[in-house]
């Protein structure tokens, strides 16, 4: 997946399962360990959290999964 700047995704508390809030990427950092891009996400609070510290999904990524979800909640109604 390619982070962009400027992409908007959700962030939750992977230990608990508690949603974090709504974000942008702001900027996006390289870990030195493994050489992978790590987002930078300013929450709609205002709060600064790294990706890697985190759970995330863009916004289109979470769309998708409802859609899916969803057809897939029609399909077992029939």
Known sequence: MSI?????VQCW???NYN???WGKI???????????EIP????????LIWGNLCAWITEEAAIKA?????????????
């Open 4 to 8: 962009k700047i400027g992409d908007k």
């Open 13 to 15: 508390d992977e230990a």
């Open 19 to 21: 949603c974090i809030g």
């Open 26 to 36: 702001i900027r996006v950092g390289i870990s030195t360990k493994d050489q992978e």
């Open 40 to 47: 930078l996400i300013q929450l709609e609070n205002g709060r």
């Open 66 to 78: 409802g859609i899916r979800i969803w057809k897939a909640i029609k399909e077992n109604e029939k």
